[in-house]
């Protein structure tokens, strides 16, 4: 008797084991699902916060092409803009859309593929970069060739052989300085930092120097094509006069003036014109609050990304922290060359975001928990983005929440 209740004893123990740890699964799977449905309704939110049409600056940008001779910024242009009828400002439109679309696409993939919500669960990252300005900013630059670079940047990313990722990342490399050196600054040392990341994952040497060698390779190409571009890539003024004719003739929708203007200015020429904006007495309280918005979501993407580092590789390769970092913080080195700070400082949060996913993807199944403090500091910064609006460009605003419009706001000001 005693030993069939013993048996019995164990044998409803062991069930009610498993029917615990089944209610934990459930649980879990349950928070998982939740965060991802948090994440697609905030990135939608996010999204309606910023989107807009093209406006007339990304517009001339794309008219430009090679009809009177080679020039940075160029290749955009010519490759579709005949075949696509570009100078149609509609079809400029769909098809901008549609990249952007795209790039958002391809970083849903990504994120998937890197598991991130399954090795950090439930999964609040995820929401805390699609909740992001940095979504919002995405939107509104719609047109602008920040969202093929970016996308040119992702694609590479989504191969996970490093002999693969080298020969897509160089041909992203040529593609997307030939549409414009912004991307040497902003997106060349992420991908560089994500070549060199096989050799922490090598199993042998040549897999090992195959890294190496896709790293330094990588860093040649863009430093000889930033060199081309900035010696032969300079409009002329019979150039300029040649483009801004043609331009004004084929385009269906008002060209921007100043962009026409800008094409002929030469890299020495723009340095000065940059220095004359950093002696301004508003340019360091503009860049502070600029990098309010942005900061705190790349601060805590950093900050889990630091926290998989320090369980992928806790002893070994202490140049890949530096290497994270430095790709991190790339796009900030644009300030010296534009004024549009926010494009840079949205880029910020983007490239903190692509390396945290990049690094989950290389750590296989394992799974980390997240501090507590920083999942309290995902939500913190998950509800100062979802409260967050600014100037936009073109003398825009958005509003915190989307598509809302006040209607008494022209009744108010005839009154007054």
């Known amino acids: 008797?005693?030993?069939?209740?013993?048996?019995?004893?164990?044998?409803?123990?062991?069930?009610?084991?498993?029917?615990?740890?089944?209610?934990?699964?459930?649980?879990?799977?349950?928070?998982?699902?939740?965060?991802?449905?948090?994440?697609?309704?905030?990135?939608?939110?996010?999204?309606?916060?910023?989107?807009?049409?093209?406006?007339?600056?990304?517009?001339?940008?794309?008219?430009?092409?090679?009809?009177?001779?080679?020039?940075?910024?160029?290749?955009?242009?010519?490759?579709?803009?005949?075949?696509?009828?570009?100078?149609?400002?509609?079809?400029?439109?769909?098809?901008?859309?549609?990249?952007?679309?795209?790039?958002?696409?391809?970083?849903?993939?990504?994120?998937?593929?890197?598991?991130?919500?399954?090795?950090?669960?439930?999964?609040?990252?995820?929401?805390?970069?699609?909740?992001?300005?940095?979504v919002s900013y995405l939107a509104h630059v719609n047109g602008y060739f920040d969202v093929p670079l970016a996308l040119l940047c992702v694609g590479p990313l989504i191969v996970r052989s490093t002999g693969w990722r080298v020969l897509a990342a160089v041909g992203s490399t040529v593609v997307g300085i030939l549409i414009h050196e912004q991307f040497f600054f902003a997106f060349l040392p992420l991908l560089i930092v994500s070549v060199l990341f096989g050799v922490a994952t090598a199993k042998t040497s040549v897999e090992r120097r195959v890294a190496w060698g896709g790293g330094i390779l990588l860093a040649v190409v863009g430093v000889s094509m930033l060199l081309y571009c900035a010696r032969y890539g300079t409009v002329s003024e019979v150039q300029g006069d040649r483009i801004r004719q043609s331009v004004e003739q084929k385009a269906d929708y008002p060209v921007n003036a100043l962009m026409l203007t800008e094409m002929s200015v030469s890299p020495h020429e723009n340095m000065k014109i940059m220095r004359s904006q950093w002696n301004r007495s508003t340019y360091i309280p503009g860049q502070a609050e600029s990098l309010l918005m942005f900061a705190p979501t790349a601060a805590v993407l950093l900050w889990a990304t630091l926290v998989l580092l320090r369980r992928w590789r806790p002893g070994r390769y202490r140049w890949i922290y530096a290497g994270v970092l430095f790709g991190t913080l790339a796009p900030l080195s644009l300030h010296l060359m534009g004024w549009d700070k926010s494009r840079w400082n949205e880029l910020l949060s983007l490239n903190a975001f692509v390396l945290l996913l990049v690094v989950s993807q290389q750590m296989g199944n394992e799974r980390v928990r997240l501090p507590v403090r920083l999942r309290r500091a995902c939500l913190v910064v998950m509800l100062l983005n979802m409260a967050t609006g600014g100037a936009m460009l073109d003398d825009r605003h958005i509003r915190p929440f989307p598509l809302l419009r006040n209607p008494d706001g022209g009744i108010a000001e005839n009154v007054h």
């Open 1 to 134: 008797m005693n030993d069939r209740a013993t048996g019995r004893a164990h044998f409803q123990e062991r069930a009610a084991e498993r029917e615990s740890s089944a209610e934990r699964s459930a649980e879990a799977r349950g928070e998982r699902r939740f965060w991802l449905w948090t994440a697609v309704g905030l990135g939608a939110i996010a999204f309606g916060k910023g989107i807009r049409e093209p406006n007339a600056w990304s517009y001339t940008q794309a008219q430009l092409d090679y009809s009177a001779g080679f020039m940075r910024g160029g290749l955009f242009g010519t490759v579709l803009g005949h075949w696509l009828g570009l100078n149609q400002y509609a079809h400029f439109a769909v098809v901008s859309t549609v990249l952007l679309l795209l790039l958002y696409g391809a970083l849903a993939l990504l994120a998937r593929s890197s598991k991130l919500a399954e090795r950090t669960p439930p999964g609040e990252l995820l929401a805390v970069y699609a909740s992001s300005y940095s």
